[in-house]
């Protein structure tokens, strides 16, 4: 029933290893569904020859209308609280025998509880992160459909756009869209007008767009999976500056792009993108890693960045982002998301990086 749960399982059987699993896009990468997190104590407890789950009794029945009886569960009401629970099924799954490793995003206060019983424990994305790393078809499609409405949300801002309105409304724009063309719900959405286009991860607010630019890096899932796309655009007519950085950062993408493949490493790709900046002379305004993977996660594995020399894996998804940011004055910054092939990397979105120039 889970074809996941049984890859997990065979690397914990190389691995000799225990997996202790809080509510997350791991547990959903497992068996296909994660509870929503809260301050109660749940894992997805899993051996190389067997799964347990331990959550509290509020939370049973929703995880017994998605995962039926598959996998065992062992309950605990908030009376009794969730240690005697987490020892009993430690011991069940004769958890001794093997070291555990818990989600590198666990509540402290749970991971302690855990570690009352395992002793000291690793992370679990270092069992986690190669097999999530390499996307079966099921998640390549996701990920298609994800980056397509992803684009359609970018037409839909570069069409709506205007002097007047603020970055808040725009971004509710591109909300709208996401749910108008079939997402879950967005991921993120940046909107920076003018000046904080110079900021990376700036928060649309009440800033009104006037002439200049504007920087787009938005985002959705698509049945759980993940789309990641920067543009930018600018109300009237671009100066010279402006078009010369584009260009610069464009070409870096496009260089980073035709080194990326399956098996480069991947501090490969973000060297590439990076020398095009620094030979231009804005390698001191590059300020961020060249990409991350992303799947379930927005960010996951790989971090495309120097000292990363693991090699890409094939199918792996993952953006490709270099940037420019002159504080006080703009930024500009072009993201695709890739899949590794072969013989080169193939980018998702249809949406050109050209700038979007609106008239006034």
Aim: proline fraction near 6%; charged fraction near 25%.
């Amino acid at each position: 029933m889970f074809t996941r749960l049984a890859a997990i399982q065979q690397q914990l059987q190389k691995e000799g290893s225990l997996l202790w699993l809080a509510p997350g896009d791991d547990f959903r990468y497992a068996v296909g569904w994660s509870p929503l997190p809260d301050e109660r104590l749940t894992f997805l407890v899993i051996a190389p020859d067997s799964a347990h789950l331990v959550i509290a009794s509020v939370n049973a029945e929703e995880a017994v209308a998605h995962l039926g009886t598959a996998v065992p569960m062992t309950r605990f009401t908030d009376e009794q609280g969730p240690r005697e629970a987490v020892r009993d099924v430690y011991r069940k799954l004769d958890g001794s025998r093997w070291r555990s490793f818990i989600s590198d995003d666990a509540r402290f206060d749970h991971a302690q509880i855990v570690a009352h019983e395992a002793g000291p424990l690793g992370l679990a994305s270092r069992l986690m992160a190669p097999l999530r790393m390499e996307k079966a078809d099921d998640e390549l499609a996701r990920l298609r459909e994800s980056q397509r409405i992803n684009d359609a949300a970018m037409r839909a801002a570069f069409e709506a756009m205007q002097v007047g309105m603020t970055e808040a409304e725009l971004a509710d724009v591109i909300r709208r869209a996401f749910i108008r063309e079939g997402a879950d719900r967005e991921a993120f959405i940046i909107v920076a007008a003018g000046e904080h286009s110079a900021l990376p991860h700036h928060t649309p607010g009440s800033t009104v767009l006037s002439p200049g630019p504007v920087l787009l890096d938005i985002g959705c899932f698509y049945q759980g999976y993940a789309s990641d796309m920067t543009r930018v655009a600018y109300l009237g007519e671009p100066d010279e500056k402006f078009r010369a950085v584009h260009a610069i950062v464009d070409r870096a993408v496009q260089t980073a792009v035709r080194t990326a493949r399956a098996g480069v490493a991947a501090e490969s790709v973000d060297r590439a993108a990076r020398r095009v900046i620094q030979d231009a002379g804005y390698g001191e305004f590059f300020v961020h890693r060249t990409g991350h993977g992303i799947g379930l996660s927005v960010h996951e594995p790989p971090s495309v960045m120097e000292g990363n020399q693991d090699p890409l894996p094939l199918h792996a998804t993952y953006s490709i982002e270099p940037g420019i940011y002159l504080p006080g004055e703009f930024g500009v910054r072009l993201e695709e998301v890739v899949v590794n092939q072969a013989d080169g990397a193939e980018i998702l979105s249809q949406v050109p990086r050209d700038i979007f120039v609106k008239p006034l």
